[in-house]
């Protein structure tokens, strides 16, 4: 079982990355591109943990160390 | 005064922070390696520049786990200067010390160069022996020191005059982006010292400044 994890910036939070790609996308063509958002995709293996006890220690792990809430906003799937 | 200087692996300006301690009249410095857990016999703690865990998933991220950090917390709960420098000022701010967060420059480019700082309040410890709108020149050297937070966090430090540095308008002025320009920032109690330029790198004549020593100055105690 493991857990898809995506951070991002909030909305409103600039995103240097974001714009910065976007850029480069409107300049080769990619007209229709209005914004860009980068963040970061984790994968989270676990042992012996049942789905309930998995989406609970993926919600703590975000909150406690892969986002930074006053900047950053997650979301995160459970697969086997 | 004796001051421990934190050093995590990554940290890069410990040496400087250290030597320039060591030439502070009344100052006595140490390290304090990361895993130790007692700060007891110190009265302030710098944490220096650098990159710890070599600032994987965000700078600073990490070594607000590292077992020292339980004392340094501890340490500024109970009213004691921690000043926090660069990757400092980012393990500051992840740690909940200080507010918002330090994000990548505007131009995702990493900056070495001297920056002009002003002076906003000298209602601190480290800013004590500065003027009001005294004009400071000393180096940057970051990736991710644009400072940002929300609306209600910015209203509460600039009412509590707990914006200690701005960037000045010379030499080129605000150089990452950072929200109404700022360079450091104090806590509520006003104990806790984040910037992002580097005064220890700017304490010698050689080095082109020695505005930077006005902070540690202040901090020990000395006119």
Redesign the interface.
Known sequence: MKAEIYVT?KQG??D??GN?VKKALNSIGFDAVGSVRFG?FIEMEFVDVDRAAAEKLAEEACRK??A?Q??ETYRFEIVD | MKIAVIVFPGSNCDHDAYSVLKGIRRMEVNFVWHKATDLNRYEAILIPGGFSYGDYLRAGSIAKFSPIMTSVIDKAKRGYPVLGICNGFQVLVESGLLPGALITNRNLKFLSRPVSLVTRTTDSVFTRNLNKGEKLVMPIAHRQGNFTADEETLKEIRDDDRIVFTYGSELGGNPNGSVLNIAGILNKERNVLGMMPHPERAADPLLGSTDGLKIFESLAGNS
Request: without cysteine; neutral net charge; proline residues 8%.
């Open positions: 910036y939070i600039l240097p990355e910065a970061k160390l892969l930074n006053n900047t």
